[in-house]
């Protein structure tokens, strides 16, 4: 069981930053690809980015290509998602997940999610 909490959402203006958090229990998170996928009120939650359990693989969703940088520190058991140059369109509650591998299709285990909003 892998238990996740996500921090560092709130409001920010358009072309702002922020990082988001997710902090993962027990001792098997490197062996877990890491994914952030967001999800807005009416629509299916989509991915936003993934990184593999040594942080050799990246995946970025083209929305955010360029923009988002995902990393991890295994020793402390979180990842994170810097977001740079934000935009309106990017308002979501953003949930951290974990796939069992990296080319897992479904995540296994879900945090609670954070609100993300942009303001223009």
């Known amino acids: 069981q892998v238990q996740l909490v996500e921090s560092g959402g709130g409001l920010v203006q358009a072309g702002g930053s922020l990082r988001l958090s997710c902090a993962a229990s027990?001792?098997?998170?490197?062996?877990?690809?890491m994914s952030w996928f967001r999800q807005t009120p009416g629509k299916e939650r989509e991915f936003v980015s993934k990184?593999?359990?040594?942080?050799?693989?990246?995946t970025y969703a083209d929305s955010v290509k360029g923009r988002f940088t995902i990393s991890r520190d295994n020793a402390k058991n979180t990842f994170y998602l810097q977001m740079d140059s934000l935009k309106p369109e990017d308002t979501a509650v953003y949930y951290c997940?974990?796939?069992?591998?990296?080319?897992?299709?479904?995540?296994?285990?879900w945090g609670q999610g954070t609100q993300v909003t942009v303001s223009s």
């Open positions: 027990g001792r098997t998170f490197s062996r877990y690809a």
């Open positions: 990184i593999s359990g040594n942080g050799s693989l990246t």
């Open positions: 997940a974990a796939l069992n591998t990296y080319y897992s299709r479904s995540p296994q285990y």
